[in-house]
């Protein structure tokens, strides 16, 4: 049987915002279940994760692996993110995001060379993108989203900054010779009803889709 082990942060982990219960919850699929399909799965995902947070998460979880075990990766989207509260007190100043892009990239290749010493084949999956308007109205909730704006300049900055993060997720599997999932193409055009309210997480639908091209598409590749 073939083992897949799954290390990234909310989007594979599953959540998702519950707008009756006004929190984030648990996609009602798992990955799990693909076990019923020939597959064994374990997912190491984390909500808020980062590629560093990951990396010690992987080193604490991967033991040596068999020929037939697949690790797909799944970082960036919390690595591109900056302190917000700290960006509304003060717009005019200089802020990194939580991770570097040349980090970033340094620490993805480690991580996928950790894994290969293990034993493993690797996968790196890139990002869903956001929604820049949606996003923007979450993550400045009580604080002032006049500075915020004006610290970006422009509302859709954060959309091409994290399509960038992705694009060095594709840059790291390159260089690493690893196979691409691509999430990102899945949602290209249709992300209205795809994303939730909060412009980041899949919403029902999106989660469906995510699974579906697992089940059908991403597994025939690992």
Sequence with gaps: MKKIKIYGDSILKGVMYNDELKRYKLFGYRYEKLIENGYEVENNCKMGATVDEGFEIMKSTLEDCDKDTVVILEYGGNDCNYNWAAVAENPEGEFLPNTPAEKFTE?????????????????????????????????T?????????????DINRISRWQE???????????????KILDLRSIFKGSMGSLLGIDGMHPSAE????????????ILATV
């Design 141 to 153: 909730r009580g604080l002032n989203y006049d500075n915020v704006l004006r610290w970006m300049g």
């Design 107 to 139: 620490t993805y290749l480690k991580l996928v060379e950790y894994a290969r010493q293990k034993g493993a084949e690797v996968a790196i999956c890139t990002l869903v993108p956001i929604d820049s308007e949606r996003f923007m109205n979450w993550v």
């Design 164 to 178: 960038y993060y992705s694009s060095l997720s594709e840059k790291v599997a390159k260089l690493a010779n690893c």
């Design 206 to 217: 999106g989660h469906s889709i995510i699974r579906d091209e697992f089940q059908q598409k």
